[in-house]
Structure formats: structure tokens, C-alpha cells
């Protein structure tokens, strides 16, 4: 089973402040990562996904990724209490043919107006 | 939730007793999967579907079942429920498309007592 470890927090930033979330996953072969946000009581729901080295910016978000250094986060501009969630990193393994996805635990983010 | 329908949303059973949860998808896609979340153990994999007529296990397959017997519909059998099942489930499948991405049902919140 290959790991993913995300720092479980609590994360606490004021309102407009840059939220930054980490994750680092122990197979150096994987090539899919994405990131989940879920709110208290609900399920998952994909924020964004990225495949290449780099930044990826979606509005305020951006993921950013370093295969090198097995690492990926995901950075939160002007954040607002609606983003308040937990956020779970998850990186895609294939294993005999068929794909699944690994899960951090995630990490839990209050942002305070 | 992206096309993916779970029932029930919750339920209570006594030590013993079976249950099947049934998922179902409408948007034809092949791979499914069945999680469960605990608390500060993050989302864990409990079987999943590569296509209709297949299954394979997760992390945490011991103490259930599952049956895809069509392409759209995915159900997790529990024969004899424990308090250690109690948690929320969540059935997610894959999109096509190239970006392979997750998409999870409401899920189902059960307590065993």
C-alpha cells in the first residue's frame, strides 16, 4: 500500500490570507494527483486535479507539483470562510490493470473572518 | 454528487445483523468503489470494480461483500455487522474522459450497536 501523509492540522488563517496545504506520497512512480474538499457531513468533492510538474491555477486556487521531491500542495488565495473544510490529497495507483486512488488523511482548515 | 446515488443515508443495526448498501451511478462509467471513513483514519478502500462482473479487494475488505452485477449499480453486503463497522461509507466511481477523476456518493452513515 503505498502512503500519503498530509499534516492533519488544524490549519487556522484569517480571512484573506493564503492557505497553504501539503502532501507527500512515498511511490516516486506515480503521475496523478488530486485534491478533495470536504465539508463537515459531506462527501468529497474534487477540487482539482494535476499530472506535471508545476503550478496548476484554478481562481484561487493553485496546486503545485514536484515529482522530484515527491510533494504536492495546494495553495488557497484570499481565503474565506467558506473554505473552511478539510482538504484530502490523494495520489492514483494502478495496480493489476485496474486504477484506484490512495487518500491522506487530510487536513482540517478554519479560515476566521 | 455527480450522479451517484447511495441508499439508505443512515442506519442503525444491531450486533449481528446484515445489511446491504446499494449504490448506483448514471453515467455509464466502468470502475466503482466502495470507502469508508473514520474519524482521523481518513477515506480507506474497502473493494472496488474495475467493470461490471469484477471485484477486487481494498485496504479493509474483511467483513464484507460486494456485487456488481450490472454496469451501474455497486452494493456492499455486511453478513454480520460489528461495532467496529460503524462509520460513514462513501460510493464513488470514475469518470472517463482522460482525467480519471473520482466523484463520490452522499454516503451512508451506520452505527452498529
Known amino acids: 500500500q503505498k502512503e500519503v501523509e498530509q499534516n492533519s492540522g488544524p490549519l487556522s488563517v484569517p480571512e484573506g490570507a493564503i492557505a497553504s496545504l501539503n502532501c507527500t506520497y512515498s511511490d516516486r512512480g506515480s503521475q496523478s494527483f488530486f485534491w478533495y474538499r470536504q465539508y463537515s457531513g459531506k462527501s468529497p468533492e474534487l477540487i482539482m486535479f494535476?499530472?506535471?510538474?508545476g503550478d496548476k491555477e484554478d481562481g484561487r486556487f493553485t496546486a503545485q507539483l514536484n515529482k522530484a521531491s515527491q510533494y504536492v500542495s495546494l495553495l488557497i488565495r484570499d481565503s474565506q470562510p467558506s473554505d473552511s473544510a478539510t482538504y484530502l490529497c490523494?495520489?492514483?495507483?494502478?495496480?493489476?490493470?485496474?486504477?484506484?486512488?490512495?487518500f491522506g488523511k487530510g487536513t482540517k482548515l478554519t479560515v476566521n473572518p | 454528487n455527480a450522479g451517484v446515488t447511495q441508499t439508505p443515508k443512515f442506519q442503525v443495526l444491531k450486533t449481528g445483523q446484515s445489511m446491504t448498501l446499494q449504490c448506483a451511478q448514471d453515467m455509464n462509467h466502468n470502475s466503482m468503489y466502495w470507502y469508508r471513513q473514520d474519524p482521523g483514519m481518513g477515506l480507506r478502500l474497502i473493494y472496488y470494480?474495475?467493470?461490471?462482473?469484477?471485484?477486487d479487494k481494498g485496504e479493509v475488505p474483511n467483513g464484507y461483500n460486494v456485487s456488481r452485477l450490472n454496469k451501474r449499480e455497486f452494493s456492499l453486503r455486511l453478513e454480520s455487522a460489528a461495532p467496529s463497522q460503524t462509520s460513514v461509507y462513501f460510493c464513488a466511481m470514475t469518470s472517463g474522459g482522460g482525467t480519471d477523476t473520482q466523484y463520490f456518493g452522499p454516503g451512508t452513515r451506520l452505527t452498529v450497536l
Open positions: 494535476i499530472y506535471s510538474n
Open positions: 490523494a495520489v492514483k495507483e494502478w495496480k493489476g490493470g485496474s486504477e484506484k486512488l490512495v
Open positions: 470494480s474495475a467493470s461490471e462482473g469484477t471485484t
